[in-house]
């Protein structure tokens, strides 16, 4: 039978859309279920500020009446407008390895996005950089982590049948974190000593954090602009990103740099691989589901590095490694034996180089985002 491509709204169609991907990825052993409570808000336009503002289609496709691929559309009005493109974008897509569902569902698109004035498509890419992006091309045996995608190696091929090419590739690696690693960064700390109007803030529980959550993503606003995808965060949208990952963070592996006037200068944040309590649960938070995450929150060795910026008048004055410094100390007494850089853009020069001068680093993924004209 033909596919059928259905737009999805809420009830039924939302739930297929939703829970497609453990059907797929069934038995894929590397693959991570998301946190589905999490879902359910995030792909519901009555939940999620974002589809305020954006325009947002999501698609289910259907053949011989069995729900077979998912894809949702995205045209980002705003980031389009900031940075000169007309772009729709496509993300959180699924699929069999079926190359008429693909095609049908990127058509579906790329029809809309025509609609819509659109002459580009790019993806996957979802509202900003903080949504999985890329299909998987390399690392196929190393396991997921959260809020990055895991695909088949088919998605790509069926991406170059359909016409699509390369526009960015990102990368993550593994490190070691060691005694060794923290006396490095040593001397590069000792500029920022200097400066003696800067105050160390650490945390011991998550309401410590709380006052600084607008500042730490107004300081994302500023210093992200050349992020590919990025896009400003509005408060409300601060405090609701917040309250999503804060229970899921350790305050002790979240550090921040103000200067003597309370003016957040720099932070990182850091977290707990979670993704064996996660698959454990399979991505249910009850009845027992919260338990099995934070218990793999207290057991794993691996930290995983999240977000991180410094103020862009302060930068190249050593306060990334008097942070990094009173990071590693805290994941050693937590008994960390490696960090995850989580996904760093090729573009990202600074930092790749900053992680492949890391004795013992290795590259364990490779992701590609694409693109075409439509």
């Not at 088919?154 to 390369?166: A, N, Q, R, V």
Request: charged share 20%; hydrophobic share 40%.
């Amino acid at each position: 039978m033909a596919v059928e491509i259905r737009e999805v709204t809420k009830g039924a169609s939302l739930k297929s859309f939703i829970y497609l991907p453990e059907k797929i990825h069934a038995t894929h052993p590397q693959w991570l279920h998301p946190l589905y409570s999490d879902d359910h808000k995030f792909f519901d336009a009555s939940k999620n500020r974002l589809f305020r503002h954006h325009a947002v289609k999501l698609w289910i496709a259907v053949k011989d009446g069995i729900v077979v691929g998912r894809i949702m559309g995205i045209i980002p009005t705003d980031y389009n407008q900031m940075n000169g493109e007309n772009n729709v974008r496509f993300s959180f897509m699924e699929t069999y390895d079926d190359y008429e569902v693909f095609e049908a569902l990127l058509n579906a698109v790329v029809a809309w996005g025509k609609l819509q004035g659109c002459t580009g498509m790019v993806g996957p890419l979802g509202f900003s950089d903080k949504d999985p992006q890329g299909f998987l091309l390399e690392g196929f045996d190393q396991p997921t982590v959260m809020v990055t995608n895991c695909s088949f190696p088919y998605m790509i091929d069926l991406s170059l049948k359909f016409g699509l090419k390369t526009k960015l590739d990102l990368f993550e690696y593994r490190f070691p974190v060691t005694n060794e690693l923290l006396q490095r960064m040593e001397p590069f700390a000792q500029r920022a000593l200097q400066y003696q109007d800067l105050v160390m803030k650490e945390f011991t529980n998550t309401w410590q954090i709380r006052p600084y959550i607008v500042p730490v993503f107004e300081l994302m606003n500023q210093t992200y602009q050349n992020i590919y995808g990025f896009a400003p965060y509005e408060e409300q949208e601060m405090k609701e990103f917040a309250n999503r990952y804060l229970p899921l963070l350790d305050p002790k592996l979240i550090k921040i740099i103000l200067n003597s006037k309370g003016q957040l200068l720099a932070f990182v944040i850091a977290m707990a691989d979670l993704s064996q309590g996660i698959r454990a649960a399979r991505g249910r938070l009850f009845p027992l589901g919260w338990w099995k995450i934070l218990k793999s929150g207290r057991q794993t060795n691996t930290m995983m590095l999240m977000l991180g910026a410094v103020h862009e008048n302060y930068r190249s004055r050593g306060l990334d490694s008097v942070m990094g410094i009173q990071l590693l100390k805290s994941a050693l007494q937590k008994g960390y034996v490696e960090s995850d850089s989580h996904l760093i853009m090729e573009t990202n020069l600074r930092m790749l180089a900053e992680i492949e001068r890391i004795e013992g680093h290795r590259l364990i993924k490779k992701y590609r985002i694409f693109e075409m004209p439509i």
